[in-house]
């Protein structure tokens, strides 16, 4: 992940002094654990300033509103008592070329700050930290005690000490050409390498889009470059330096990344804050994505597997107890020929009374024939008890195993991250897993599954009608059941696990073939049998769909339905210019 450099910090500044000083603080949230958001309110808008201490993602940049989540984070309520109602009057950097900014709070513009908020961006050892005007610490989002470091523990009541001074040299305008080239290649090496060893300020994502920039090789070495590539790369390193000055930035989306430089940009971006929010949020929730598909994923498979061994188990008792007439036939059998067993018999062939076909009876022989017809009726007793017992046992697996295999496709639909529409939906099946008590709520909260966060796929059939597709059980369950209308179709693989898809009418609105056929391509595709040529659909009336009393999530019954052929591989090629 790319981390916020200097030059990066120095033009998201630039906007937050531009468009945001000063303002008023309204409210103070803590998103995560590394996270802490601040409603800023100036005369013209309001907005959400962005504090990330993450160790990998650590920034400052206005972002979008927090989720409506109680906030149980000491730091946020410690921020909130003493900053609430204040006005952020200045963001200053600590002293030239360092990642930390000093964010000042007043009672109004003009006076003296009481409050220092210091940021300190500097990625495993990024910080906030809120000290008195005096500079004594009262509280950190991260403390560090004097075990921790020596060199400078945070901990509150103490005083606050800048971070140690960086030793390298700094970048000057008025350096000329020769004495930069010279420090650069004194010691012959790559030019990515030097440039960052030899001044302060540079990321290695800097020097290599500058490098590119003057069309060189970022890991060419410095003895082999010309008079004339020299000066090429020096022109692009005062050009960054004048950017520096002049506080003039060109914010863009690089292939892998991004830049506030322009240099080698794909496109633009609006503003450095929309650049920032959304490259670090994408990251993160594509992290976020990976993990919790990889958690889910293991959790339904070790659920299914055991109640596949379960759902075989009792299977095969039923098998056995199929038996049980066959035991009770060779009793009467061999009630009806008493006088034909003998004493020490260890089986006994007897004719059947239908087919008259030798039948052989194995027998105890310590038995005579009346107790071995008795044992014999036993055994079809108690197997008749154990049929009764096993079904709706077998049946409860059955339903636990439907169930699960339904959650199972929906989280093979989100084989990878697009948008937060994904990290989202992830979400909502992880909640409605806690809520079926298949996983343990980590986080030990009350989460509220009566709601969709996510939007549903959309689609438009040839004819220009509306289709909405499931993405997990929550969502099939309010397609079904809240939005579908009286004049809608309801579409679903035959028997098969899959989204619940909903073809969008209005009255007196009828569907053609290419309309019902593309529905049904996005139902088959949207199931267990995307890979299959041909996948059996039926489709309904809403109204004809029920779900069962005390059914989990996601399933349902229908009734008056009709069959028609999905070729789901006809859309896998062509579905994602389709949304």
Known sequence: ??????????????????????????????????????????????????LCWHPQAARICISDPPPRTPDTFTFSQQLRHQLNGLALTAIEAIAPWERALDLQFARRPGD????????????????????????TIVTAAHQVSSQQSSVRPIQTGQPYEFPPRLTDPAPSLSETQEHWQ????????????????????????????MVQAADLDPERSTDSLTDAEWQR????????????????????????????MGWGATTSAESVQDLINRYYS??????????????????????????????????????????????????????????EWQPGMKAI???????????????????????????????????????LALEPLLAEVQTEIDYLEQVEVAIAQLNTYQTSNDLASLEEIRDELIQQQYLVDPEGRNRNSNTSETEFRRYQTPSGFEVLVGRNNRQNDQLTFRLAGDYDLWFHAQEIPGSHVLLRLSAGAAPDEADLQFTADLAAYYSRAQQSDQVPVIYTEPKH???????????????????????????????????
């Open 545 to 579: 769909v029920y779900k069962p009393k005390g059914a989990k999530p996601g399933i349902a019954i229908y009734k008056q339905e009709q069959v028609i052929w999905g070729q789901p591989q006809r859309l896998a090629a062509i579905l994602p210019t389709l949304q």
């Open 233 to 260: 790369l020096f022109s692009r390193w005062q050009e960054w330096l004048t950017a520096l000055e002049q506080e003039k930035f060109n914010p863009g989306w690089l292939s892998h990344g991004y830049t506030v």
């Open 182 to 209: 010279e420090r650069v290649s004194l010691i012959p090496g790559s030019l990515k390498r030097n440039l960052v060893k030899n001044y302060r300020g540079l990321s290695t994502v800097l020097v290599t889009s």
């Open 1 to 50: 992940m790319q981390p916020v450099d200097f030059t990066t910090l120095t033009a998201i500044c630039v906007e937050l002094r531009a468009n945001w000083l000063p303002a008023r603080l309204e409210q103070v949230y803590q998103r995560d654990r590394f996270t802490i958001a601040l409603s800023l309110r100036t005369l013209n808008q309001r907005g959400w300033l962005t």
């Open 282 to 339: 994408d990251q993160l929730n594509q992290q976020d994505f990976t993990q919790l598909r990889h958690q889910i994923s293991q959790r339904l498979a070790n659920l299914l597997k055991k109640l596949y061994l379960k759902a075989k188990d009792f299977q095969t008792r039923l098998q056995q107890s199929d038996e049980a007439d066959q035991y009770r036939a060779q009793a009467d059998l061999l009630m009806a020929h008493l006088h």
């Open 349 to 387: 062939p007897l004719k059947d009374f239908e087919t008259e076909q030798p039948v052989t009876i194995p027998l105890d022989p310590e038995k005579n024939a009346v107790q071995n017809a008795q044992a014999l009726y036993k055994r079809h007793q108690k197997l008749k008890r154990s049929r």
């Open 112 to 135: 003296p700050p009481l409050w220092h908020l210091y940021v300190e961006v500097m990625n495993k050892y990024s910080n906030v930290i809120l000290t008195t005007a005096d500079q």
